[in-house]
């Protein structure tokens, strides 16, 4: 039912950027609507890493950052490390479903 | 530091109602924000569930609306989620979490607790 489509999986070497897309349509991203991000290490919660497209909460490192195009969305994680491996996925607000509508998910393989 | 904490059965039967409470630490459900329910089925991603404010305002996602009753207790400083009619399918980790702003992100969540619907 997602209406936030994103790439399954990307991988990179330690040290390297990665890029993760996030698409949408004209009813969320593309309606101006904000997207967040999040970070979910294995066996736990979502963690926020990025907040209305681009900003970053306290304590996270600015190797993350985010931009929003039309109706699209990326994460960019710069000078990948290993403690960067986890799933991720972004998060917007759909006005024909009336909420909160999140992406598909990608998982970030560190090679 | 804020802090959710999801607490209700691990197990539940078919056709039966999933009850699930969030209780917050180090802030009061009465000064504000928005509160909310999140799902994860087993290796799968994340669902919406619903939104509620501190008057009691609710929003739910259209494709578990029938089925979706989350209210809130300010006395306790907590909120809760009844999902009715659970089928196998309602099987996942349901993440209670607060939104800092109208449909704005969820900053901070709980640490999830599995519900599993099995005769």
């Known amino acids: 039912q997602s209406v936030l489509t994103q790439p399954p999986s990307v991988s990179g070497a330690p040290g390297q950027r990665v890029t993760i897309s996030c698409t949408g349509s004209t009813s969320n991203i593309g309606a101006g609507f904000d997207v967040q991000w999040y970070q979910q290490l294995p066996g736990t919660a979502p963690k926020l890493l990025m907040y209305?497209?681009?900003n970053r909460p306290s304590g996270v490192p600015d190797r993350f950052s985010g931009s929003k195009s039309d109706t699209s969305a990326s994460l960019a994680i710069t000078g990948l490390q290993a403690e960067d491996e986890a799933d991720y996925y972004c998060?917007?607000?759909?006005?024909?479903?009336?909420?909160?509508?999140f992406g598909t998910g990608t998982k970030v393989t560190v090679l | 530091q804020v802090q959710l904490q999801e607490s209700g059965p691990g197990l539940v039967k078919p056709s039966e109602t999933l009850s699930l409470t969030c209780t917050v630490s180090a802030y009061s459900i009465r000064s504000g924000y928005y509160w909310g329910w999140i799902r994860q089925p087993p290796g799968k991603g994340l669902e919406w569930i619903g939104l509620?404010?501190?008057?009691?305002?609710?929003y739910y996602n259209s494709s578990l609306k029938s089925r979706v009753t989350i209210f809130v207790d300010t006395s306790k400083n907590q909120f809760s989620l009844k999902l009715s009619s659970v089928t196998a399918a309602d099987t996942a980790v349901y993440y209670c979490?607060?939104?800092?702003?109208?449909?704005?992100?969820?900053?901070?969540w709980g640490q999830g607790t599995l519900v599993t619907v099995s005769s």
């Open positions: 979490a607060r939104a800092a702003e109208y449909w704005g992100a969820l900053d901070y």
């Open positions: 209305t497209n681009s």
């Open positions: 998060q917007s607000y759909d006005s024909s479903q009336g909420g909160y509508v």
């Open positions: 509620i404010y501190r008057s009691g305002s609710t």
